[in-house]
């Protein structure tokens, strides 16, 4: 109940007796955690409105499930726990509807990748309201009335609230410890508050975030159970430094897994750090292989020594893999060259001659080495020539405006149908065939850019810009 740094000693209640005591102390760590955030809503004290941060909250909603056998429910947050909390009332057969403040599901991952998953929600029924927030809760004899921020007006049986955590604080500032920008326990490399005998760890602290060098607060379980095993060290006189934590996470979402590690674009694009992207989708496993499925994978670098600085992959099998990889070469400090010469285990059934991490890092290096150039799409200006070199018949079920067709195997046979004057931007279904077309180009004497992933990435782009 609270800490008394001057002598050493903290205040207990027994809770099933309601007495108290003090309980002295050398070294204190505190583990408190974090609290699901209740944004300033009314009506969120409505027994129909829930929180889901532990297992007698789950209690909760499955018993309110079985006695009320809800139809609807709105998941307000698509964060973790929110897209989580979507899949499984949708797999109990719930209507399930999200809103979500931000114009993404996802925060984590950047606008294009999200809309992979954005998609799928749509495949499986649930209805996504993005870019719109809650007014206020009114709880009528049965279900619930939603007033949006936008106005509108919806009604559903119940409401799970997972509008993100913040870091439980109030003992640490109660006893006068310091709190950071973040709003989370300030510490140094050996996990220690401003009292250098408590100690802090976990969804509670703000870390120093591995790739920017700037305080911030990462609430996910592996870094907190390392931070507590390095606490034990350091109280055992062993001295570890905490390096940082890089954000590594993953998260199911019906047939689709997305992860990420590292800055995202949204980081770094308010920092000074020169960075390039590259985007590609290749296949979980070899291709001949029954099973394989399309991974979207992009890859943050920065210029011009190659240092990863983020990934993420949205797909089915295999991201959990990939991932995990891309992690370990950003906390090696490795570069996208580096990437090229992994040796990672190959089977058809499990992946390909050339892993999608060696790919990533052959098309990062790539750009850094200028075998090619490449451009986004997000930075085609109008008026600008594209060449998309997919066969006409790819070509017909959907292409970027104004666009002009000629498929890869012909170009060499009609060069003079191209602008030598003008950069021709390629364009082909994945970026592959595009990416030999600007080779066979500059060899001609033509100046190309690769526009990075293809039209899959165009179609990403194209619907949240």
Request: some cysteine.
């Amino acid at each position: 109940m609270g800490i008394n740094r001057e002598n050493k000693e903290v205040e207990v209640v027994e809770l099933a007796t309601g007495s108290k005591y003090f309980e002295p102390y050398d070294k204190l760590i505190l583990s408190p955690g974090a609290e699901p955030a209740r944004p300033a809503i009314a009506g969120t004290d409505s027994d129909r409105v829930f929180t889901l941060r532990n297992v007698a909250d789950m209690d909760r909603i499955v018993e309110f499930i079985r006695t009320q056998n809800p139809r609807s429910a709105l998941v307000i947050g698509a964060g973790y726990i929110g897209l989580e909390m979507a899949e499984s009332l949708s797999a109990r057969g719930l209507s399930v509807e999200i809103v979500e403040m931000l114009d993404q599901v996802m925060p984590g991952l950047d606008k294009e990748m999200a809309w992979f998953l954005e998609q799928h929600l749509i495949e499986h029924g649930v209805a996504l309201r993005l870019g719109d927030g809650v007014n206020c809760f009114v709880q009528n004899s049965s279900s619930l009335n939603v007033t949006l921020n936008s106005g509108e007006e919806l009604n559903c049986d119940f409401a799970m609230l997972a509008a993100g955590v913040r870091p439980k604080v109030k003992l640490a500032r109660e006893a006068g410890l310091e709190i950071g920008g973040q709003g989370g326990i300030r510490i140094n490399e050996y996990l220690q508050t401003s009292d250098s005998d408590i100690y802090a760890i976990g969804d509670a602290v703000e870390v120093r975030d591995l790739v920017l060098g700037d305080a911030t607060l990462i609430p996910l379980a592996g870094p907190a159970n390392k931070q507590g095993r390095m606490v034990a060290d350091n109280i055992c006189g062993r001295k570890r430094t905490y390096n940082g934590t890089q954000g590594t996470a993953i998260v199911k979402l019906f047939d689709l897994t997305a992860a990420m590690t590292g800055a995202n674009e949204k980081a770094l694009g308010k920092t000074n750090i020169d960075y390039e992207k590259v985007y590609l989708h290749p296949a979980s496993h070899a291709g001949y292989y029954p099973g394989a499925e399309i991974m979207h994978i992009k890859l943050l670098f920065g210029k011009p020594e190659g240092r990863i600085l983020g990934a993420q992959i949205v797909g089915g099998d295999g991201v959990d893999k990939r991932i995990d990889v891309l992690a370990v070469a950003i906390r090696a400090g490795m570069s996208v060259v580096d990437l090229q010469e992994l040796e990672l285990a190959y089977a058809p059934a499990y992946g390909s001659g050339k892993d999608p991490v060696n790919m990533a890092g052959f098309a990062a290096a790539n750009v850094l080495d200028g075998t090619v150039k490449v451009r986004h799409f997000n930075e085609l200006e109008q008026g600008d020539f594209v060449l998309d070199v997919r066969t006409p018949a790819e070509f017909a079920k959907g292409a970027i405006p104004n666009a002009k067709n000629m498929p890869l195997g012909s170009i060499r046979n009609r060069l003079n149908e191209l602008p030598r004057e003008r950069t021709i931007n390629a364009c082909c279904g994945l970026g592959l065939r595009s990416y030999i077309a600007c080779r066979v180009l500059e060899q001609n004497g033509f100046d190309t850019r690769n526009l990075s992933g293809g039209y899959m990435t165009y179609r990403a782009m194209a619907n949240t810009t």
